[in-house]
């Protein structure tokens, strides 16, 4: 092994050492992001605004798929009797109602989006505060939102989840 090797284990061992003693003297603990964006009252009131507010737009785009689909249908079952003229000129109105329909779903889903972001950060706001005040409570030196492993024990999300059930506005 060369020096520089030695040097380097010799490094990480105390390094981890030193990261043991730590976690030995803090306070940790975690909580799990995505149930409070499910689970809590701020995102379920949230959800229910969104979809309070994009429901008539979403119920008029499903009634344009209809009105496309109801015309490709009309075009096929005619198709056999219209002349060259006629096939082209419905063939033409398909394409632009098509092409407004893909435009309006676009739009749609980017509004649909932003709102979404808009309503998600205030929940995240809402619970990040719930967090430090459990943190300051129970006097949690670190808080983690997102883990791949940890014992059920430094989990937070619970008491989290009743600050914002009870504060809710």
Same mark, same amino acid.
Not at 102 to 123: A, I, S, T, W, Y
């Given at each position: 092994?060369?020096?520089?090797?030695?040097?380097?284990?010799?490094?990480?061992?105390?390094?981890?050492?030193?990261?043991?003693?730590?976690?030995?003297?803090?306070?940790?603990?975690?909580?799990?992001?995505?149930?409070?964006?499910?689970?809590?009252?701020?995102?379920?009131? /949230?959800?229910?605004?969104? #979809?309070?507010?994009?429901?008539? &737009? @979403? $119920?008029?785009?499903? !009634?344009?798929?209809?009105? %496309?689909?109801?015309?490709?249908?009309?075009?096929?079952?005619? /198709?056999?009797?219209?002349? #060259?003229?006629?096939?082209?000129? &419905? @063939? $033409?109105?398909?394409? !632009?109602?098509?092409?407004? %329909?893909?435009?309006?779903?676009?739009?749609?889903?980017?509004?649909?989006?932003?709102?979404?972001?808009?309503?998600?950060?205030?929940?995240?706001?809402?619970?990040?505060?719930?967090?430090?005040?459990?943190?300051?409570?129970?006097?949690?030196?670190?808080?983690?939102?997102?883990?791949?492993?940890?014992?059920?024990?430094?989990?937070?999300?619970?008491?989290?989840?009743?600050?914002?059930?009870?504060?809710?506005?």
């Amino acid at each position: 092994m060369t020096y520089f090797a030695k040097k380097c284990l010799v490094a990480m061992a105390l390094s981890a050492a030193g990261l043991t003693a730590i976690a030995q003297d803090s306070r940790i603990a975690y909580v799990n992001t995505q149930r409070i964006t499910t689970e809590s009252a701020p995102a379920k009131t /949230a959800q229910a605004k969104l #979809e309070q507010e994009f429901s008539k &737009r @979403q $119920k008029d785009l499903v !009634d344009l798929q209809a009105s %496309l689909k109801a015309l490709s249908d009309k075009f096929e079952r005619d /198709a056999p009797t219209l002349n #060259e003229t006629q096939r082209v000129g &419905r @063939q $033409k109105e398909f394409a !632009d109602q098509n092409r407004d %329909l893909q435009r309006k779903q676009r739009e749609f889903q980017e509004d649909l989006n932003g709102r979404r972001n808009e309503e998600l950060q205030q929940v995240l706001d809402k619970a990040n505060k719930a967090v430090k005040q459990v943190a300051d409570t129970e006097k949690y030196d670190l808080v983690i939102q997102e883990v791949v492993y940890s014992n059920t024990k430094h989990d937070i999300t619970d008491r989290v989840l009743k600050i914002l059930n009870t504060n809710v506005k």
